[in-house]
């Protein structure tokens, strides 16, 4: 099968290439023009701006498959101007389905478009997203919804993956809550945030699932998350008991949002059934730091 992954400079994206869930697949990879991956061969790698500056993305053969990873995420927050890029992402990546050049699709989604977390968030959920990178990403799984009807689409929403990619090399939650530890420094966090349940997924364990929903050409939109719950408070302590150190938390009164999913439909279709336990999972995220 030949698939074309977006966003291939990012954690999620950089993941699935390298660590092995689609051998036996020739991957295709767009990045902006200017960017590399280390990983893949030129001739593997389509040079290109997903916000149409370049004119439409054309490509030479079919792909059996897109994987649409690439996304403009907040820092703090994403403006006007990068809310309408994720939709231009979005319709570049329907240009090539509608032009035959591909028929699967799967989008990577966020939790975010649920909004607050006072309620355990299921698929059927009404989404509210409450910023504009939640209603960025709503609005283009919208627009990939509406091919539904002649395409496999499958919209993956994803809750708090962490990890990190030695060559890509992005700051992500456990990243900067590790080194947080290491020096010494405040984690300031909200007093019902820190015991608050969500649910962690080590990026290894999103890419299997991806690679599983690739295989079976499941379809329709499902949640990403760990098996496990646990508050940010003791997610907290169990990288402090890592690095050998007392985290210093403290707590403020901020407004939480921390976003609980319902992870019922991911274990029945048995996408989740490897994945790898808390513990362990935030143990490779740390030792992957140090590479």
Known sequence: MRVLITGARGTIAGNLIRNGVLAGHEIVSVIRPGGEVPSLTSERVIYFDLTGKTGRLALSQKVDAIIHCAAITPKTAIGPADYALNLKFAESVCDLLASGHSTQLIFLS???????????????????????????ILESEQIFSSLSSRNPISILRLFYPFGFDSQTKQINMVSRLYKKILLGEKIVISSDAANAYFQPVLIDDVSAIIAGVLKTCWTGTLNIC??????????????????????????????????????QLLLSLGLSDEMTPLDQAIAIAVARLST
């Open 110 to 136: 966020t939790g975010s478009v649920y909004g607050t977390g006072k309620s355990l968030n299921q698929e059927s959920t009404n989404c509210v997203p409450i910023d504009a990178y939640g209603k960025s």
């Open 226 to 263: 760990g098996r496990e719950k646990v508050t940010l408070r003791t997610f907290i302590d169990m990288l402090g008991t890592i690095a050998n150190r007392t985290p210093h938390i403290v707590e403020d009164r901020m407004t939480p949002n921390v976003i609980e999913a319902d992870n």
